[in-house]
């Protein structure tokens, strides 16, 4: 059984940086494709970026290019999400996601494995 648990979330002020967890369990990250997605209220979710499972990082919002990045370490089965330079409009509750596929994607129903989300809020 595949499992996600996020963690990092909290609030911080607009220009801070957070950094969100993804511990993964029943999946080994050879095999599989992580991303990271956020739903803002009112919204639908949003995929952020994704990780293949060679490592390639894929960008789906271009909002966060240039702030947040991708890492994993292998021998925690933990990927994580490095968010920089936050700001009030990256208000959301972040999810990670994994799909048993070497490509990524963006598209929320092409994963089956959810974690339960984490709380992100920036201030103004």
């Known amino acids: 059984e595949v499992q996600l648990v996020e963690s990092g979330g909290g609030l911080v002020q607009a220009g801070g940086s957070l950094r969100l967890s993804c511990a993964a369990s029943?999946?080994?990250?050879?095999?599989?494709?992580i991303a990271w997605f956020r739903q803002a209220p009112g919204k639908e979710r949003e995929g952020i970026l994704c990780a293949s499972s060679s490592g390639r990082q894929v960008y789906y919002a271009n909002s966060v290019k240039g702030r947040f990045t991708a890492s994993s370490d292998n021998a925690k089965n933990t990927v994580y999400l490095q968010m920089n330079n936050l700001k009030p409009e990256d208000t959301a509750v972040y999810y990670c996601?994994?799909?048993?596929?070497?490509?990524?994607?963006?598209?929320?129903?092409?994963?089956?494995?959810w974690g339960q989300g984490t709380q992100v809020t920036v201030s103004s």
């Open positions: 996601a994994a799909r048993r596929d070497a490509y990524c994607s963006g598209y929320a129903p092409n994963f089956r494995s």
């Open positions: 029943g999946i080994t990250f050879d095999d599989y494709a």
